[in-house]
């Protein structure tokens, strides 16, 4: 037995055919399939090849399968006890979004005075959709990694890879185009809020959430208070956009944004 086959045989047990027939490969099948599927055949043949529920260093499918399959074989597959495969991304999609969140926001910092590290902010949006009820691994992976794409160096193909085409999707739909000038972004902001797909809606408003706290408590250094109330109002004809879909998550927005609003004015009270 080849080495290359031992490791490939490690990694793939289950594959789906065009019809959805749900098929598992004993080790020897899969090695066999394995090398003969190798690239153009396993494409064509199947509609999706999917891998063992555990985790799945990409570099070293790439020896076997081209991108396009290798994009596909992600864990969170698992097995149901009728042997049908269900795709069931759970905590180590979390931990994972995590863990690529902090590696990639780790030289990053918030802009508020305490200048926190930058990743506070992701868990505290993540954290804001669980405290809603809000449960899909997916989503929440998304809203750990919404803003990667904006502010560091990775690409929406690198979440593809990592994660799979739905949380790439969801971190696109709330990135803004950075080529573009600041106020005009903050405009396509409010324009394509109503557009966006309900999960990328709940991600935003948690997001405006936890920017309109930190307007309230820790503004950035050298914001004016006019800067601040433009800010928050502006979070508010973008949240609009975005209602409709979790009524707790729109009170807590309210509960946030009434409170930076009582906060401003205080210190306007006290400044002007
Ligand atoms: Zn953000």
Known sequence: ?????????????????????????????????????????????????????????ADRLQEFFDESVVSWIRPGWECDEDER???????????????????????????GVDASPYINHPIAVASELVSVSVEDPEVLAAALLHDTVEDT???PEDLEREFGPRVRELVEAVTDDKSLPSHE?????????????????????????CNVFDVGHAPAEGWSLERRREYVD???????????????????????????????????????
């Open 153 to 155: 160096c990775a690409t």
């Open 234 to 272: 502006w979070t508010e004809r973008v949240v609009a956009g975005c209602r409709g879909i979790n009524s707790e998550l729109e009170a807590r927005y309210d509960d946030v944004l009434r409170d930076a609003r009582a906060r401003v004015d205080a210190e306007t009270g006290g400044d002007e």
């Open 85 to 111: 495969m269900t795709y069931r991304p759970g905590l180590s999609l979390l931990f994972r979004a995590l863990r690529f969140a902090a590696d990639h926001h780790r030289d990053g910092r918030r802009k």
């Open 185 to 209: 972004r903050k405009r396509l902001q409010v324009e394509h809020a109503p557009g966006l797909e309900p999960d990328a809606k709940l991600i935003k408003i948690a997001d405006k959430i």
């Open 1 to 57: 037995m080849d080495k290359t086959a031992t490791h490939l045989s490690d990694y793939m047990h289950w594959f789906v055919d065009e019809r959805g027939r749900h098929w598992k490969l004993g080790p020897l099948c899969c090695i066999t399939k394995g090398v003969q599927f190798k690239n153009s055949v396993l494409k064509r043949k199947y509609t999706f090849f999917v891998g063992t529920v555990g985790s799945v260093p």
